[in-house]
C-alpha cells in the first residue's frame, strides 16, 4: 500500500487502481496503474513508507495487553514504535512510481 502525505491540510491516504484520490485540499492526488503495482502522483507531497514488520509487532502488542483503552500515551509511543521514512516520488528509491504533473 502506497500512502501520501500532504503538508498543507495534514491529510494521509492511500491510493487505488479505480480513481484518483486527493487529500482534502487537493494538493496532493495520487493513483495506481492499471497493473496495480505502479503509483502514479502528481509529484507534490510526500510518499510514506511504513516498515510493515513493526506495524505488525506493534499491533500485535497493542492487542495483547487488556483494557486497550486504558494505555497511556507514553506506554505507546515507547513500546509501539513504527519506523516510517519518506521516499521520493520517483527514482531508485521508490522503482514502482513515477509522476504525472497533469494527474
Not at 3 to 12: E, H, K, R, T, V
Not at 52 to 62: G, P, T
Request: charged share 25%.
Amino acid at each position: 500500500m502506497k500512502l501520501l502525505f500532504c503538508p498543507n491540510c495534514g491529510d494521509i491516504f492511500n491510493i487505488t487502481p479505480s480513481e484518483v484520490r486527493k487529500c482534502r485540499c487537493g494538493d496532493v492526488r495520487g493513483k495506481y496503474n492499471p497493473d496495480g503495482h505502479t503509483a502514479v502522483t502528481n509529484g507534490n507531497g510526500f510518499c510514506l513508507g511504513i516498515n510493515n514488520n513493526d506495524l505488525r509487532k506493534a499491533i500485535m502488542a497493542y492487542s495483547s495487553y487488556p483494557n486497550v483503552e486504558d494505555k497511556d500515551y507514553e506506554f505507546c509511543r515507547q513500546c509501539l514504535g513504527v519506523e516510517v521514512w519518506i521516499r521520493s516520488h520517483r527514482g531508485p528509491s521508490n522503482p514502482r512510481s513515477e509522476v504525472d504533473t497533469d494527474l
